[in-house]
């Protein structure tokens, strides 16, 4: 039995290890089953930047754009949808889909927020944009 095992272990310092490669980042964020699709087709146009100016995140100076400065920071000059998808999921909460700071920061009464209260409830278009918000993770 030895010398059988002493002829293995050349072999077996010459196992080759396989590269997994790098972590994938999102390893852990939060994944709405809309998924990408969903944030681009209705979240950025509905919520993060709607025909209203006055509304979304990415009005300029101090919000959410390249000059914005804050945490949450979208690619608008071009728009990037991988990066700003990848933004979002930082404040998503899969478990409870209502406590997404995405959604809490904006929404009246609830986190404090620089950029103010966005949605307020009873306005039918903060409330259509809120229920719609809320349809990404369905
Ligand atoms: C629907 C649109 C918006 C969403 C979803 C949103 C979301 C958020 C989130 C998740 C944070 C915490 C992460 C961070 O610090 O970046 C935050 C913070 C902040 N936001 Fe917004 N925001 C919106 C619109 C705006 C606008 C229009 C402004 C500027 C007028 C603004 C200004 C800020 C500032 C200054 C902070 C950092 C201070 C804080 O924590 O409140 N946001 N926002």
Redesign the pocket.
Known sequence: MGSRFLALVPLLGGCPTVDLGDTPTDIGLCNPAGGIEYFEAMIWPE??RPADTM?????T????DEA??????FRTQPVDFAFNYRQ?Q??LNCGTPEA???????RAGL??????D??VAGNAADDA?VASFLAWFD
């Open positions: 919520f993060v509304k979304g995140c990415t009005r100076g101090g919000c959410h914005g400065g804050n945490a949450l920071g979002a930082v404040f997404s700071q995405l959604l809490t920061k904006p986190d404090a927020h620089g950029g103010g966005l949605f944009a």
